[in-house]
């Protein structure tokens, strides 16, 4: 039997439930969950960066997505708040449209 040992989807029990195979899941308390959580946004977007073609690069942002809305939660900060967040460092700093590749900064 594979063995994962990994944070997944909440309905990936019931869709190995209806192929009839046998699986073992545990339920992770909030220090193990986030440090799943941590390691999933990695997987994910080591995904994203190995997509081929542009509907994968989509299904794979989708997924870093979910994950940033779990991480989100998680820090019990409403996902409207952190694309608040977002835009103030924005306007700030700006964001990344514009392609800017920082070669070197005069040292003092």
Do not use: C, W
Not at 16 to 26: A, D, V
Not at 33 to 61: D, G, R
């Amino acid at each position: 039997m594979p063995t994962y040992y990994k944070l997944v989807r909440d309905h990936i029990p019931e869709i190995i439930e209806k192929t009839g195979k046998k699986f073992t899941t545990k339920i992770l308390n909030s220090t193990e969950y986030i440090e799943e959580l941590k390691k999933k946004s990695f997987e994910e977007l080591e995904e994203y960066v190995n997509a081929t073609n542009k509907e994968e690069a989509i299904e794979e942002l989708a997924d870093v997505l979910e994950i940033i809305r779990a991480l989100a939660d998680y820090h019990d900060i409403s996902f409207e708040r952190l694309e608040e967040v977002r835009q103030e460092k924005a306007n700030k700093r700006g964001g990344f449209k514009e392609r800017i590749f920082l070669i070197e900064v005069e040292d003092e």
